[in-house]
């Protein structure tokens, strides 16, 4: 089955449109404004609700979470859950690839001078280096524009595109990211995944009838065989 970039952009034209549209905003913060400004604004806007929460929100861009995801979906088709599991492993190869060659020192580090009035969340423990790209927010965005894909309705896309900016911006609220990572990283989860998608769900053996079954299917039918 022959698939081009163009097929998959269509499948995620919500979440594309408005990403892109995201993107530009955050280009023309970035210009305008310093590293220093954009980090204090965000760490400013803190309060006991959203230290409470953050950290439950950061989790949503863990690798375990995309882990237990795709095995949900292998229960039900084994092609989005390769496509799931596959897109995470080569966009956080890449990521951690970048984090290597950079070796970018965190807020705690950069800011260690004036780290007395920096707002940090209760039981966090604060990274110090590999700063850049923010490896939470490459498998968010990631795992968010797969599941748009994959999804019948596309408008799914929308709150998709929210829960990962979400994680983003709770990788800078918790001060363990710059607003760059953020930024490089849901470019990074986007861009490559798009590739991704367009090289391996246009393989041949993906859409055979094996493929978009799932292993309850499968179970379910090897019952019926041998009764």
Same mark, same amino acid.
């Given at each position: 089955m022959k698939i081009g970039i163009k097929?998959?952009?269509?499948?995620?034209?919500?979440?594309?449109?408005?990403?892109?549209? =995201?993107?530009?905003?955050?280009? +023309? /913060?970035? $210009?305008?404004?310093?590293?220093?400004?954009?980090?204090?604004?965000?760490?400013?806007?803190?309060?006991?609700?959203?230290?409470?929460?953050?950290?439950?929100?950061?989790? =949503?861009?863990?690798?375990?979470? +995309? /882990?237990? $995801?795709?095995?949900i979906l292998l229960l039900f088709n084994y092609r989005g859950s390769l496509l799931l599991i596959s897109s995470y492993a080569v966009t956080s190869l890449l990521a951690q690839v970048l984090k290597y060659i950079y070796i970018a020192p965190?807020?705690?580090i950069y800011f260690s001078s004036e780290w007395a009035k920096v707002h940090v969340v209760e039981g966090v423990y604060i990274l110090e280096k590999y700063s850049f790209p923010s490896g939470h927010t490459v498998t968010a965005f990631s795992a968010a524009l797969v599941c748009t894909y994959?999804?019948?309705?596309?408008?799914w896309g929308i709150p998709a595109l929210f829960v990962a900016i979400m994680?983003?911006?709770?990788?800078?609220?918790?001060?363990?990211h710059f607003f760059e990572?953020?930024?490089?990283?849901?470019?990074?989860?986007?861009?490559?995944?798009?590739f991704w998608l367009t090289w391996l769900d246009g393989k041949r053996f993906i859409h055979t009838a094996g493929w978009n079954r799932g292993l309850l299917d499968t179970l379910f039918k090897k019952r019926m065989a041998a009764n």
């Amino acid at each position: 089955m022959k698939i081009g970039i163009k097929d998959v952009l269509h499948k995620i034209r919500p979440f594309f449109i408005l990403y892109l549209i =995201l993107l530009a905003c955050c280009l +023309i /913060i970035k $210009l305008i404004y310093s590293r220093e400004t954009v980090f204090f604004a965000v760490n400013g806007w803190n309060s006991p609700w959203a230290d409470a929460i953050e950290p439950h929100v950061t989790d =949503l861009g863990d690798g375990s979470t +995309i /882990i237990i $995801l795709s095995i949900i979906l292998l229960l039900f088709n084994y092609r989005g859950s390769l496509l799931l599991i596959s897109s995470y492993a080569v966009t956080s190869l890449l990521a951690q690839v970048l984090k290597y060659i950079y070796i970018a020192p965190r807020p705690r580090i950069y800011f260690s001078s004036e780290w007395a009035k920096v707002h940090v969340v209760e039981g966090v423990y604060i990274l110090e280096k590999y700063s850049f790209p923010s490896g939470h927010t490459v498998t968010a965005f990631s795992a968010a524009l797969v599941c748009t894909y994959l999804c019948k309705n596309k408008g799914w896309g929308i709150p998709a595109l929210f829960v990962a900016i979400m994680v983003g911006y709770s990788r800078m609220y918790l001060t363990e990211h710059f607003f760059e990572d953020v930024l490089a990283g849901s470019a990074i989860g986007v861009f490559v995944t798009i590739f991704w998608l367009t090289w391996l769900d246009g393989k041949r053996f993906i859409h055979t009838a094996g493929w978009n079954r799932g292993l309850l299917d499968t179970l379910f039918k090897k019952r019926m065989a041998a009764n």
